[in-house]
């Protein structure tokens, strides 16, 4: 039986298919896996989701700094590009198997990325079936999962504004 589990691949000369997503690291533009960045608020439930070109620490500060008030609390996990965000920080570090934590002793782990990690399952659902998008009109795909998110509704006036935005730049 062909490709039966456990088998090694024989030939070196035909490496077996290996998936765009499934590549080590984060992606770029230029290397065509576009990051998306995003916040989401903890109480109001409104998120932005943005395409940048890195997830470098000036983009993420800039997307933070745009997206929050002063006063928010940023719960990230340890990606060092998150060490230049201005507000009060606190991270959880995967790399040691912590997904949540208890900092003031109360009882509830306050501490964790829960909120984002179900944004971004929201994300690829609602972009499962396009089946691929490509990376120049990622930004538009966003707009809309972002706006049902907010809205919970995709209303015609939200289509026209889309149609508008979109003759604006072509």
């Not at 690829?124 to 990622?138: A, E, T």
């Amino acid at each position: 039986m062909r490709g039966k589990k456990g088998e090694k691949h024989t030939d070196p000369m035909d490496p077996p298919r290996r998936r765009g997503n499934k590549r080590r690291g984060h992606g770029t533009y230029e290397n065509d896996r576009p990051p998306v960045i995003g916040t989401v608020g903890r109480q109001s439930g409104q998120c932005r989701l943005r395409v940048g070109d890195h997830t470098d620490g000036k983009t993420l500060r800039k997307h933070v700094h745009g997206y929050t008030k002063k006063s928010a609390i940023s719960y990230t996990d340890e990606w060092q590009g998150y060490n230049q965000i201005n507000r009060t920080h606190s991270t959880v570090c995967h790399g040691r198997k912590e997904w949540a934590r208890d900092d003031d002793g109360d009882g509830v782990r306050e501490v964790h990325v829960n909120t984002i990690e179900g944004l971004w399952t929201t994300t690829r659902n609602f972009l499962r079936p396009f089946r691929g998008v490509h990376k120049k009109y990622l930004q538009y795909y966003l707009a809309m999962c972002e706006h049902r998110i907010n809205l919970k509704r995709i209303s015609p006036k939200f289509i026209a504004q889309l149609v508008a935005e979109h003759k604006l730049f072509t």
